[in-house]
């Protein structure tokens, strides 16, 4: 190794691990279901994104099976020479017909979903106002189109409008776009879509908004935009197929115009291998589950409210949560993973959250409850949390 990159990696290695910053990461031994088999133990699993507990879901592994059978394990090609199976193109229609657009597109991931949309509309010529608790693909892929980034903050109508307008009467822009978290993946809260759109229709702004953390989640499980009824007005619901959906993949759905130019010039679609038939069927799948019935969506919101509830009442700060995203907040990185690492000892795996991922003393313990967690499961999570935090004195 060069002597440089080494001395590079030491000093910043041990550094992290000085601030209690360096993640340690578990592997799952098994599925990641209600309950996770971690080190050869037992524990009740609140971290995953397996909302409706779809990626478990025996009717979905058939049809993944199915077909792999029928197709082999590979795409074979990119979306664009011949990659693009039957099973993507009912998929995409599924898509359009979920979040009630003309079209969409599919993507490899949501991540690269990000990548891959924002830079094949925005250019150096053009600004993106980003909220500033965007995720990091966002951030990403908003950097990666070279358009003039401008954060608001969180959630603050007001900064942004004030913020678009100067964007706007600068003359410096040919586009302005906005773009929004739906659901903020960190606290639970939810993106003010409707001033938002307000907004962008005075001031001509292209709207996109990711809805990661939405979909299957609010809006009866159709997603944020749907729960504002504004399914017309926001010109980019993007989306992932890899949380709520259970299997894996991003997608962009809008009008046919905006999807036919994703498909022949966002690079992810051009340059990288296409989903894989199993998961490309089974996500198809998940998304009817999901249309068809709301059972396991309002599982989820009672185990939510149950899990919050109770934690409220311990005296946890859970913040401001308005989905079934559960943060139990502590502040301090080191008390965060000593908190995390008590709770696995006792049998609950909820892993702590630090910076990068949220602000430099915002540490916490996020729990994420879903529709495959029984109440007595939840209640053992609580007595524990109950025991560890009184033990580490973050409540009385
Ligand atoms: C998880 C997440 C993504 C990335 O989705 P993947 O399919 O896991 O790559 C993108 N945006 C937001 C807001 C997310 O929470």
Not at 92 to 116: D, R, Y
Not at 181 to 186: A, E, N, Q
Not at 252 to 258: I, Y
Not at 327 to 335: A, Q, T, V, Y
Request: aromatic fraction near 6%; hydrophobic fraction near 40%.
């Amino acid at each position: 190794m060069s002597n440089v990159l080494d001395a590079f990696l030491q000093e910043n290695l041990q550094d992290l691990r000085d601030q209690g910053l360096y993640n340690e990461v578990d592997p799952v031994e098994g599925p990641n279901g209600a309950k996770i088999q971690v080190r050869g133990k037992e524990l009740i699993n609140l971290s995953s994104n397996n909302y409706l507990g779809l990626a478990t879901n025996e009717e979905l592994k058939r049809i993944a099976k199915e077909a792999i059978d029928k197709y082999g394990v590979g795409a074979g090609a990119v979306r664009s020479i011949n990659g693009t199976l039957d099973l993507h193109v009912k998929l995409e229609e599924k898509l359009a017909e979920f979040k009630g657009t003309e079209a969409a597109i599919s993507f490899q991931s949501g991540f690269n979903c990000n990548m891959a949309a924002i830079s094949a509309v925005m250019d150096k010529n053009d600004a993106i106002l980003s909220d500033q608790l965007n995720h990091a693909s966002i951030i990403d892929g908003c950097r990666l189109s070279k358009a003039k980034i401008i954060a608001f903050k969180h959630s603050d109508m007001e900064d942004l409008h004030a913020k678009a307008k100067a964007a706007q009467e600068s003359g410096l822009y040919n586009k302005v776009m906005i773009i929004t978290d739906g659901v903020f993946s960190m606290d639970g809260d939810i993106a003010k879509l409707p001033e938002i759109v307000k907004i962008a229709k005075e001031l001509d702004l292209i709207t996109y908004v990711d809805d990661a953390h939405g979909s299957g989640v609010t809006g009866k499980g159709k997603g944020t935009v749907k729960h504002f009824g504004l399914e017309k007005d926001i010109d980019f619901q993007m989306g992932t197929l890899s949380k709520a959906v259970g299997v894996v993949g991003g997608y962009v759905a809008g009008k046919q115009s905006l999807i036919d130019w994703l498909k022949v010039r966002s690079r992810p679609f051009l340059f990288s291998t296409a989903v894989t038939p199993g998961d490309v069927a089974a996500t198809t799948a998940a998304l009817q589950m999901i249309i068809d019935s709301t059972e396991l969506h309002d599982k989820l919101w009672e185990n939510g409210d149950y899990l919050k509830a109770g934690l409220k009442e311990l005296g946890f700060n859970i913040g401001a949560s308005e989905t079934p995203i559960t943060p139990c907040i502590i502040g301090d990185e080191k008390l965060t993973q000593e908190f995390s690492k008590r709770l696995f000892e006792e049998g609950v795996y909820a892993k702590s959250i630090v910076f990068p991922t949220v602000q430099k003393g915002a540490g916490r313990v996020r729990n994420m409850p879903t529709a495959a967690h029984t109440k007595e499961m939840l209640d053992e999570a609580m007595s524990i949390y109950g025991k560890v935090g009184k033990e580490l004195g973050i409540i009385k």
